[in-house]
């Protein structure tokens, strides 16, 4: 959905599903996955909708992601770290995780 | 009788009060359904949706047959809601926990059973105590600090927020007239009918329902009647939508139909619905993280407080005027506990212009006076 | 990075949020000799409209524009103010006696506040249309976030569509990194023209008369902008196509990205829930806090500035920033040396000539801010509009009874993007004034923290016993 102006200068390899994906060091885990390509990071606990990030500012909660294990996590708050393993999620949390 | 616009004013458009027009409405009774605005102090909004029995009637053992009639009721009251509204209240009664996090706190649950169970007249409810491992074979993620709980296969629940919402949906069906921003200012008895006056102009009606919870305290002396009430205030946490996780509610903590957690069960002496104390909704997650140690990471979206409707004794008050007849005020806490109660069997009541003494003595506010006296 | 451990327990000063108004009230007040802490959410501060501004992979000032670079003065000012400034701190308790709720990577902290200044700006102001939470439907903040601070533009075929000055500016900054703009879907009523001439002598004297008007022309010599009345976006699983109605003629196109945008409105949540009175603004159609000449609000210590007080865009919110941090440093210490507030009120006076004829032009349609049908209105719990509409067809008078019967409101945003919406809509049901109908009563958090965290606040004695029983 989004592409990169310029090649990042500084890469970080980050994990989405189990697919890597490149992103700029200073990109937030949304951002990182809107310029990967990655068309929506969640489905919603009503009624399994997909859903991507819509404000990108912290108040929508539409991008909520798994990183690193925990769960309901706000993608465009979070700055991506080399080796973080993002997945996406589906419908409501799983407890425990 | 007057020419009244309506046979029965209901006021308080809560819980009791929307159980009982509906109950009313079911007999053929033209009813008003009274109501304030949108920051009404509300309990319906702020309950814990649990219809409940164990330890129900501690102090007055006619309490505890009335909590289990209604609970024994619930399945057929919810079946008709839906039947009319095509709206699934969601009443499940697979039984219910009292999780104790100490030795003292489950010797003090043991105490007080048994003292319930001691009174003459009381009905069985079959509540027992179990040990960690027997509650852990059917909640598998307590934590190891649970060392035990009570349980009543009686105990049950429901989605609260959507019973409101079904009861206003079945009241608006049957044609009871609903009429938000009419805080009653007074109620007077002229020739033979009740005129209830409010902001909006007066309602005059046959019969009188007094269903406005702690509010009964100002608008039963009007017609006769008491209400001594005693609001406290209650807090409840809620959580995201998570996967089914926890098949009982326990009486503290339980998982709703859509997923979210809600734990509470506070008790404070305040009468702000506003306000809300931070360090006890702190306990209140501390001891949900002990008791269930997965809910750690689990994120709180929202919390809650409300005005308890209570009684000084905690009791219902079920009373009929002496000296205004047709007038009639309920008051309890257990406004989802009873609803079935209140539908099925209070309305009717009503509807034929007096009480069930069999049924309902036990409720009157006139224990008050007993216990002055003694 | 800042962790929750690392800071005191008690600050003169807290101030919740870093753009315009956080950073230069932080700034002034610390060189005042108060001591502060500024708490923003985000991984860098700068806020929205200087988003990125220590960070940005966007060289070229072109691009931004030269209104977005004076954003790095700001933040170098609080920077070298002395002021401790920690980002990723997310604030969600704030109450009346000042007693803030902050967490830091997953650790709550209660931080005790002499003065509190909120400064947690403005949001955009829901947008919903019948299929505005497909994925490839956004924002256009998003979009500009997306291009300032991580240097990505849109791909595909892009639209935007809506009304207000940051469309345009949006539009611009795009199509100056290079980025093609299939259209412009304009949906100013043409009657807000009309309307808006008797403000039109003011804001030829304001400093966005001739920027606007060249941002007007850079972005219509390079896109097609096509007026509308109706609009609404469709496909499986993202988006694929919108329709939308010119001119009495009904279209449809194939699209990748649609940017939505129809003005911002303050961020009331963190006030509304530390018990700040708020009022309805008729002219902006949003809620807004309720503040005397320093922006202090109804409860005492607790200020609001920036555009949380009341829209007025970034300049002004610096100088309100600085107005409201005089204040809060007269009251701490009286002997204090601060800038003349006078001046400051004035360039705020400056600041905010021009808004009235931006209000009034850029005043959404009703056809866009009251929806119909099965358009989703809750995006966390997916209420409709027509389930809203029913309900106050039998009686129900407002957001709060609303919440209770539909979970409107309930999800983790917390009504941010529904708010208005429900207020609009009831009003419009009962034929009555936003302002008598209402808003949600918000309470701590927030924004959500977890459960550990909030169990690991301090507890008191009577805390405890209120639930241990």
Not at chain 3, 2 to 24: H, K, M, Q, R, W
Not at chain 3, 28 to 50: C, H, K, M, W
Not at chain 3, 51 to 68: C, F, M, N, Q
Not at chain 3, 178 to 185: D, H, R, Y
Request: proline share 5%; aromatic share 6%.
């Amino acid at each position: 959905m989004f592409k990169r102006l310029d090649e990042a200068a500084s890469i970080v390899a980050i994990e989405v599903d189990g697919k890597t994906v490149r992103a700029r060091s200073g990109d937030t885990v949304a951002a990182a996955m809107l310029a990967g390509g990655i068309d929506h990071c969640r489905t919603t606990p009503v009624s399994g909708a997909p859903r991507a990030p819509y404000c990108l500012m912290g108040v929508c909660f539409e991008c909520l992601v798994t990183i690193d294990g925990v769960g309901s996590r706000q993608g465009c708050l979070v700055p991506v770290r080399d080796g973080m393993r993002v997945e996406t999620q589906q419908g409501k949390r799983e407890v425990g995780r | 009788m007057a020419a009244s616009d309506y046979d029965v004013a209901v006021v308080g458009g809560g819980l009791v009060g929307a159980a009982t027009a509906w109950g009313l409405a079911r007999e053929g009774c033209r009813v008003a359904l009274l109501d304030e605005g949108d920051r009404a102090v509300r309990a319906s909004r702020g309950n814990f949706a649990l219809v409940w029995v164990q330890s129900k009637g501690l102090g007055l053992a006619a309490y505890a047959g009335w909590t289990v009639r209604s609970s024994n009721a619930w399945a057929g009251f919810a079946a008709t809601l839906k039947e009319e509204t095509g709206l699934d209240v969601c009443f499940q009664r697979p039984g219910g926990f009292h999780l104790a996090l100490s030795e003292r706190e489950l010797e003090a649950r043991a105490t007080t059973l048994k003292r319930l169970h001691n009174q003459p007249g009381i009905v069985d409810y079959r509540t027992e105590i179990l040990d960690h491992s027997q509650v852990a074979k059917m909640l598998p993620d307590i934590g190891r600090e649970v060392v035990g709980a009570s349980y009543c296969p009686l105990d049950g629940h429901v989605n609260s927020l959507r019973l409101f919402r079904t009861l206003h949906t079945a009241l608006h069906a049957r044609g009871v007239k609903y009429l938000p921003s009419h805080r009653v200012g007074n109620i007077s008895r002229e020739g033979g009918e009740f005129h209830l006056s409010t902001m909006q102009g007066a309602v005059r009606a046959g019969r009188v329902a007094l269903a406005a919870g702690n509010a009964n305290m100002r608008l039963a002396p009007m017609v006769g009647l008491e209400a001594p009430m005693k609001p406290e205030r209650g807090q409840i946490v809620v959580t995201e939508r998570l996967r089914p996780f926890l098949h009982y509610p326990v009486v503290t903590l339980r998982q709703t139909d859509e997923g979210t957690v809600m734990i509470g069960d506070s008790k404070e002496e305040s009468t702000d619905p506003a306000g809300l104390t931070l360090g006890v909704s702190a306990t209140e997650a501390e001891r949900a993280v002990r008791q269930f140690p997965l809910l750690a990471n689990v994120n709180v979206v929202r919390t809650w407080s409300a005005i308890r409707v209570m009684t000084q004794d905690g009791f219902p008050i079920y009373d009929e005027s002496e000296t205004h007849p047709g007038a009639f005020v309920l008051c309890c806490h257990s406004g989802v506990t009873l609803a079935a109660n209140h539908a099925l069997t209070v309305a009717p009541m009503i509807a034929r212009g007096a009480l069930d003494k069999m049924l309902v003595a036990p409720f009157s506010a006139r224990r008050f006076h007993v216990q002055e006296a003694g | 990075m800042t962790e929750a451990s690392n800071f005191a327990s008690s600050y003169d000063l807290v101030v919740i949020g870093g753009g315009p108004a956080g950073l230069a009230a932080a700034a002034l007040a610390s060189r005042a000799g108060a001591s502060t802490v500024l708490f923003d959410e985000n991984p860098d501060i700068g806020g929205q409209i200087y988003r990125g501004i220590t960070s940005t992979p966007i060289k070229s000032h072109a691009v931004l524009g030269e209104d977005y670079w004076a954003g790095a003065a700001l933040a170098a000012e609080a920077k070298a103010s002395g002021a401790l400034i920690v980002t990723g701190a997310t604030v969600w308790s704030l109450d009346p006696s000042r007693l803030v709720g902050v967490s830091v990577a997953g650790k709550a902290r209660m931080i005790q506040a002499q003065r509190v200044i909120i400064a947690t700006g403005s949001l955009e102001r829901p947008f919903p249309l019948p299929g505005w939470t497909l994925p490839g439907v956004m924002t256009a903040g998003a979009a500009q976030t997306a291009l300032k601070a991580h240097g990505l533009v849109p791909d595909g075929r892009v639209l935007l569509a809506g009304c207000g000055p940051l469309l345009w500016l949006l539009a611009a900054q795009l199509l100056r990194a290079g980025t093609k703009i299939e259209a412009i879907l304009d949906t100013t009523p043409r009657s807000n023209w009309l309307r808006a001439l008797p403000h039109l002598p003011d804001f030829l004297l304001s400093s966005y008369w001739s920027k606007g008007l060249a941002l007007l022309r850079e972005v219509k010599a390079k896109v097609p902008v096509i007026p509308i009345q109706r609009l609404s976006a469709h496909g499986e699983g993202k988006l694929q196509h919108v329709e939308y109605r010119s001119s009495g003629k009904d279209y449809r196109r194939r699209v990748d990205m649609l940017l939505l945008h129809q003005g911002v409105v303050p961020n009331v949540n963190l006030a509304s829930a530390a018990g700040v009175a708020h009022r309805w603004n008729e002219r902006q159609l949003c809620l807004e806090p309720v503040l005397d000449v320093d922006f202090g609000s109804s409860v005492p210590g607790i200020a609001v500035a920036g555009d949380g007080a009341g829209i007025a865009g970034g300049a002004a919110a610096a100088e309100r920033g600085r107005i409201a941090a005089i204040a809060a440093v007269h009251a701490l210490r009286p002997s204090a040396s601060v800038p003349d507030p006078q001046s400051v009120r004035q360039r705020l006076q400056r600041e905010e000539l021009g808004r009235g004829f931006l209000d009034t032009l850029y005043r959404p349609a009703d056809a866009f801010r009251l929806p119909e049908g099965e358009t989703i209105v809750c995006r966390c719990e997916e209420v409709t509009a027509k389930q809203i509409h029913d309900m106050t067809a039998m009686g129900c008078e407002g957001p709060n009874q609303m919440k209770a019967f539909l979970r409107c409101g309930m999800g983790p945003c917390q009504g941010r993007l529904c708010g208005l919406t429900v207020t609009e809509l009831i009003a419009a049901g009962r034929h009555a004034r936003p302002a008598d109908v209402g808003y949600y009563r918000l309470r701590p958090p927030v924004k959500p923290i977890t459960l550990a965290e909030l169990a690991s606040l301090p507890i008191s004695e009577a805390e405890r016993k209120a639930v241990e029983r």
